[in-house]
C-alpha cells in the first residue's frame, strides 16, 4: 500500500520561512515524479512545484517561482522551502507522487497517490 505523508507545517507570518517534507513508502519502484500541490478555502487545487523522477528537473508554478524552492533529497522524500511567505499562500498543502511533472505542468494524472495535506497559514 503506496503511503503519502507530509509534515512541517503550520503558521508562520507574512515575509518568514518554513519547511515542508514528504515521505513516500510502499512504492515498488523510484521512477515517479514527485511534487506538491495546494488548495486554499474556494479555490481549485494549484500545482506549484515538482521534480521529475531523474532528481535533477524541477519545475514551479509562477506563483511561487523565486520563493520556492523543491528538493529531491532521495528517490521517496521530498522537500519543499518556502521563504518570503505571502498570506496568499495559506492554503492546505499535499504531497503527491506519480504526477505529471515538465516545464510549464505540475498536474495529477490518474495514478497520482496523494498525501492527506498538511496546513500552511501566514498571518499578515
Known amino acids: 500500500q503506496v503511503q503519502v505523508a507530509e509534515s512541517g507545517g503550520g503558521l508562520a507570518q507574512a515575509g518568514g520561512s518554513m519547511r515542508l517534507l514528504c515521505k513516500v513508502s510502499g512504492l515498488s519502484s523510484s521512477v515517479y515524479n514527485m511534487g506538491w500541490f495546494r488548495q486554499a478555502p474556494g479555490k481549485e487545487r494549484e500545482g506549484i512545484a515538482c521534480s521529475e523522477w531523474r532528481g535533477s528537473m524541477y519545475h514551479y508554478a509562477d506563483s511561487v517561482k523565486g520563493r520556492f524552492t523543491v528538493s529531491r533529497d532521495d528517490a521517496y522524500s521530498l522537500s519543499l522551502q518556502m521563504n518570503n511567505l505571502e498570506p496568499e499562500d495559506t492554503a492546505m498543502y499535499y504531497c503527491?507522487?506519480?504526477?505529471?511533472?515538465?516545464?510549464?505542468?505540475?498536474?495529477?494524472?490518474?495514478?497520482?497517490?496523494w498525501g492527506q495535506g498538511t496546513q500552511v497559514t501566514v498571518s499578515s
Open positions: 503527491a507522487t506519480a504526477i505529471r511533472c515538465q516545464s510549464g505542468m505540475v498536474g495529477a494524472s490518474r495514478q497520482t497517490y
